[in-house]
């Protein structure tokens, strides 16, 4: 009788894996280069801003019953020298400043997912840490963003404050130093993801 009922409680076990299994799907997803990532900063004479024209990137979630339950994976990789401000002399001082001969990259990979907090039918908040690697110099931040699910569309929004010396960048500077920008940035993006 106690083997009949361990049985039992082993396909009963057996059978909620199953169904759980299931209902949880793994997506894949990667960039559109309709996604946009732009770098705002200020300066003694301006504000200014930069925008990626080239990037990559992608994402792995999990989803139950059309729910986000989890991200394992976010990536995404920026050609520093793919920066725009629409002005060459600007440009070239910051591509000197950030080192692109030698550092070609900025790259952005989430580490952890702290918390998903359901926002509506469709649209979440993530909270968790990642590491953002520029110059060459790699340091985890807190990172805090919103998901929106469409479909076969995924859509991650936010922004990042970040200071360029922690990542040993010398703030660019212009017309022999009279122009100087400051050491805080802003990352803004507005991303895109397709299956």
């Known amino acids: 009788m106690k083997v009949l009922k361990s049985y039992q409680l082993i396909l009963t076990g057996v059978f909620f894996m199953l169904l759980t299994a299931g209902s949880m799907v793994g997506q894949n997803f990667r960039m559109d280069n309709s996604s946009e990532i732009i770098v705002e900063g200020t300066s003694n004479i301006h504000d200014w801003e ?38 060459g002399g600007m440009d070239k001082n910051a591509y000197k400043a950030l ?5 070609k990259n900025i790259e952005f990979k989430l ?18 840490l990642a590491t953002l690697k520029i110059s060459g110099v790699s340091k985890q931040v807190p990172v805090e963003f919103t998901v929106k699910l469409n479909g076969n569309k995924l859509e991650i929004n936010g922004k990042q404050d970040i200071n360029m010396t922690h990542y040993k960048v010398d703030p660019p500077t212009a017309m022999f130093g009279t122009i100087t920008t400051g050491e805080e940035l802003t990352i803004k993006f507005k991303s895109t993801f397709s299956k």
């Open 50 to 87: 930069m925008k990626a024209n080239s990037k990559k990137g992608g994402a792995t979630i999990t989803t139950e019953d059309g729910k986000l339950t989890g991200i394992s994976s976010l990536q995404v990789t920026v050609p520093a020298e793919s920066l725009d401000s629409g002005k």
């Open 111 to 128: 580490d952890e997912v702290k918390k998903i907090e359901a926002q509506g039918s469709d649209s979440y908040k993530v909270n968790g």
């Open 99 to 103: 080192n692109t001969s030698e550092y």
